[in-house]
């Protein structure tokens, strides 16, 4: 009788721990990378302004890639699987004073490296929002079938670095993402889910 091999294993859940270590060291090495990077280069790190049209921007910003998200996951199937996968396995263990770690740690680190440091470095246009939002996108991937949810990822990470282009202020893809990631964190959290 042959042996069967058997299908790849799916990751074993996390631990609430687990997943608030995950964010908080992944937050670290972010800010790390972020400040060994601005260190050896010559181009500054993209301003942060403190307005009320900029918090209004990003607000507004925050909620459009909430609501854009909300009909992907309706309309496209396997955006919706990748998603369900990659969110069960981050947010499932987590409580809800949580959810406010969840939006800041990942939405300031990584809008630090990929908008405030990399876009700058790489070209405050279309090619330098291009490819830092494809380093956002597969920053976003636990495996390879998690491909679709890198795409969704890319996307917004193009109208965050868009974002930031138009405003030349970080606050607004910063205020963006904490926003959706809150938002969309706090939907798929407390939404009946298997």
Same mark, same amino acid.
């Given at each position: 009788?042959?042996?069967?091999?058997? /299908? *790849?294993?799916?990751?074993?859940?996390?631990?609430? !721990?687990?997943?608030?270590? $995950?964010?908080g060291?992944t $937050?670290?090495?972010?800010?790390?990378? +972020?400040?060994?990077?601005?260190?050896f %280069? +010559?181009?500054?790190?993209?301003?942060?302004?403190? +307005?009320?049209?900029?918090?209004?921007?990003?607000?507004?910003?925050?909620? &459009?890639?909430?609501?854009? %998200?909300?009909?992907?996951y309706?309309?496209? #199937?396997?955006?919706?699987? %990748?998603? /369900?996968?990659?969110? $069960?396995?981050?947010?499932?263990?987590?409580l809800?004073?949580?959810?406010?770690w969840?939006?800041?740690?990942?939405?300031?680190s990584?809008?630090?490296?990929f908008? #405030?440091v990399?876009?700058p470095?790489v070209?405050? /246009?279309?090619?330098?929002?291009?490819?830092? +939002?494809?380093?956002? &996108?597969?920053?976003?991937?636990?495996?390879?079938?998690?491909? %679709?949810?890198?795409?969704?990822?890319?996307?917004? #990470?193009?109208?965050?670095?868009m974002?930031? !282009?138009? *405003?030349?202020?970080?606050?607004v893809?910063i !205020?963006?993402?904490?926003? *959706?990631?809150?938002?969309? &964190?706090?939907?798929?959290?407390f939404?009946?889910?298997?």
């Amino acid at each position: 009788m042959a042996e069967q091999i058997p /299908d *790849t294993p799916e990751m074993q859940p996390l631990t609430r !721990v687990q997943v608030l270590i $995950a964010m908080g060291v992944t $937050a670290i090495v972010l800010l790390v990378i +972020s400040k060994v990077w601005l260190h050896f %280069s +010559s181009v500054p790190l993209l301003a942060v302004r403190f +307005s009320v049209p900029a918090l209004l921007q990003g607000v507004g910003l925050g909620i &459009g890639i909430s609501v854009a %998200s909300a009909i992907v996951y309706r309309v496209w #199937g396997e955006y919706r699987r %990748s998603a /369900d996968q990659y969110l $069960a396995m981050v947010l499932k263990p987590l409580l809800l004073p949580d959810i406010l770690w969840l939006g800041l740690l990942p939405g300031m680190s990584e809008e630090l490296l990929f908008r #405030g440091v990399m876009l700058p470095e790489v070209g405050l /246009d279309f090619i330098g929002v291009l490819i830092s +939002s494809l380093c956002f &996108g597969v920053l976003h991937m636990s495996n390879l079938k998690q491909w %679709s949810y890198v795409v969704w990822a890319s996307i917004v #990470g193009i109208a965050l670095g868009m974002s930031a !282009v138009w *405003t030349g202020n970080l606050l607004v893809p910063i !205020v963006a993402h904490v926003l *959706t990631n809150l938002v969309s &964190g706090a939907i798929w959290k407390f939404s009946d889910r298997p």
